[in-house]
């Protein structure tokens, strides 16, 4: 089945849907055993650009008997004639529908793209609720950060992968082949997953509350199912992906990519990322040269990003810039280096470059005082920030872009005060270094507390606070002249609502949805009455969740997926954030014990190498 032509004409950027990219792998249909289709909860040029697909997609190709085949969430004006014509949304390879697929993979990685999949299994013509799907109905599987609480998905999802995907999805596949030969019913394959590490089936939980409406437990109603959840790590990456599928459209990220390190040694407290992706793996610099060479000559690209969640914390990045300079210069290449720690050594990392690539500069200070930084364990003085910002307008840039979060534990308005003179002493430098105002874009976001991290139990500041600290910081900038951007803090308390949400907030979700949610992650989408109505109807309180001082000591309906960084530890560094203590960078100091030495190796030896 295609999307008819006459379809495809009344949308707007009909190549969303039409497939056939160079490197796309199709496989015949009849004569693969397992069939997944790779869902992506958002339109086709965020999903292209999301760095996880790309790797299950080589991974469950890269064996004979599967295919992979992926399917981005159809914007609105697509949505409307699939509807209007009763046709059922296709995998963009085969044109399957959804619904003749085995397994609906669906990547989590934003707490505002939940609605779409419950709209993307609707638009599939299958049951949205799992309850009500049966035998016939593929199986709905999720997996990615959000995935790390699984709980306000679970009416909606068979089962949940946790952790990394490379590691779990083989031993998924030998059960389901085996299950799949059997042609048993479904609760028997759901049963054999529970046995797996790393899949979480929420069907064979109960959940209980307390009498006050607080959670109070989660427990296995079968043996299979374990109490406790353990994320899967790969101790050594996987080869990078060198083959992606090249969109022909322009993509978020327009670019090759290769990852050359996983997880961040860092610790900021209000970072989800930096504890769910513990411990640092790094690729090898010959890996990386290999690959972003394999990219070049498989995908035609001449610009690679080198992702990691701090760049430049790379051993030798400057040396393996340079060397990808050197080895492709016939190629003219560009090399994107997101994520960099804001201290001059990424100002000449990035001036490093050919002088194509100078364009802007981002640094994220997070904070503008040196009492909240430290509270965050932000660990960057104003010196350092200052001499970044003077290493910059030296090298010749006269503008870059500065990230902080409003609304942190502990923030009082002298911290916001501190922004604006922050910013003013880095308008001052530039002015001396260039004889002229620089243009500074200051880009604020609205902290939220993220379930696994050590703000986990703090309360999400509210709208009037937000307010308050927004219009000071709206003033005081004024006279700087830089651009300030902030987005809508409806959507940070939606987000804050969903991350540290429980079960019960399935019916919310579903309300929303049927309310005519969808893409709340884009402005011109996102509806906030329609989910204060869904709240309402469903008798929860957004505050509940998202502004309210969790004790220390109350059960967290997350708690059973065990990330590896120990509950104590967190419990540990929310205190020294209250007392202002930083807690240093275990990439090359001390093990903090995080809880991860008990059971990774890297950790292990580094315990080992240190004691
Ligand atoms: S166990 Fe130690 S070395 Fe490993 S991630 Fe945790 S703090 Fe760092």
Redesign the pocket.
Known sequence: MTYPDNILYQVTKPARYTGGEWNSIVKGWDKTYIKIALSYPDVYEIGMSNMALPILYELLNSQPDVLAERVYAPWVDMEAILRARGIPLASLESKHPLKDFDIIGFSLGYELTYTNVLNMLHLAQIPVLAAERDDSHPIVIAGGTCALNPEPMADFIDFFVIGDGEEALPELLDCFRDWKGKAAPKQQLFQQVANIPGIYVPSLYQVEYQAAGLFKSITPTVPQAKPSIQRRIVNKLPPPVTKPVVPYIEVVHDRGAIEIQR?C?R?CRFCQAGIIY???RERSQSEVIQGVGEIITNCGYNEVSLVSLCTNDYPDIDKLVANLIHRYQEYNLTLSLPSLRTDSSSVSLVASLPSHRKTGLTFAPEAGSQRLRRTINKYVTEDEILQTAAAAFNKGWSSFKLYFMLGLPNETLDDVQEIIQLVDKICSLGRKAKGQRPQLRVSVSTFVPKPHTPFQWVVQANQAELDAKHELLKQGLRRTRSRLSWPDPKVSLLEAVLSRGDRRLGKVIYRAWQLGSTFDAWDERFNYENWLRAFAETGLEPDFYAQRERPLDEPLPWAHIDVG?TMA?LKQECQRALDGRETPD??NKA???????HW?P??QQ??QRLS
């Open positions: 997880g040694s610790g513990r411990p640092v960084v530890f275990c990439r093990c903090n014990a995080c809880g991860l030495e990774q890297q950790c580094k315990l």
